[in-house]
């Protein structure tokens, strides 16, 4: 492949102050894992407002996004990592089947009360 102004796979420069060999593809990756971990804290914060377990709809959101972030690395970086594609697949298709059925129960616009 050759090495353009959009390679992901290339070191990112910016960066290389750290002492880390950070890449676009990692910094995808790195923003995904955050973002499905963070999904927690929502669900957290939900919960303790509500006063009653409750998953908020970007809880799903979030899962959607991570899942999909840190699969894409798994599977276009250098990387290319069969474990992480198979780590991340079924939880993509949970968490898109789970939003789904949100959107249909709750409706698009749902109250902001309701959870």
Do not use: C
């Amino acid at each position: 492949m050759e090495a353009g102004l959009f390679d992901l796979n290339r070191q990112l420069e910016w960066l290389a102050w750290s002492g880390l060999h950070v890449t676009g593809w990692k910094l995808i990756g790195y923003t995904g894992a955050l973002m499905f971990g963070a999904r927690w804290l929502v669900q957290f914060v939900a919960t303790r407002r509500a006063g009653r377990p409750v998953i908020p709809r970007l809880f799903w959101y979030m899962s959607v996004v991570g899942s999909v972030m840190t699969l894409s690395y798994f599977l276009f970086s250098a990387k290319q990592d069969s474990v992480g594609v198979l780590q991340n697949l079924f939880p993509t298709f949970v968490a898109l089947y789970n939003l789904m059925l949100d959107i249909r129960h709750r409706g698009w616009r749902r109250d902001r009360g309701t959870h």
